[in-house]
């Protein structure tokens, strides 16, 4: 059985850092993606990270960039997602999903189709 678990999130201060974690089980990460999206109210789903099990790569989307980083632990099946320097505009629930490597565009939610259950983050002013 496919399962994918996100937590770590919380309310945090402008500025501040959280690191949310994916524990995968069911599978393993060579030859998938596992990919970290949030969506805001009202929003789409965005994709932020994603990282491949094949090549090893991450992808941070431009938002993110300089401020997120996704790590993976692939003996524990578990990613990571390391966010410091906060903004009110990173208030999301953030959801990790097991979907297919496609290196052109990485983290379009299209792909993904074994989704955790989300983790709150908010950020406040």
């Known amino acids: 059985d496919v399962q994918l678990q996100a937590s770590g999130g919380g309310l945090v201060q402008t500025g501040g850092s959280l690191t949310l974690s994916c524990v995968a089980s069911?599978?393993?990460?060579?030859?998938?993606?596992i990919g970290w999206f949030r969506q805001a109210p009202g929003e789409p789903r965005e994709g932020i990270s994603s990282f491949h099990g094949s090549s090893g790569r991450t992808y941070l989307a431009d938002s993110v960039k300089g401020r997120f980083t996704m790590s993976s632990d692939n003996a524990r099946n578990t990613v990571y997602l390391q966010m410091n320097s906060l903004k009110p505009a990173d208030t999301a629930v953030y959801y990790c999903?097991?979907?297919?490597?496609?290196?052109?565009?990485?983290?379009?939610?299209?792909?993904?189709?074994?989704w955790g259950q989300g983790t709150l983050v908010t950020v406040s002013s």
């Open positions: 999903a097991r979907g297919e490597e496609v290196p052109a565009s990485p983290m379009q939610p299209l792909w993904y189709n074994a």
């Open positions: 069911g599978f393993t990460f060579d030859g998938f993606a």
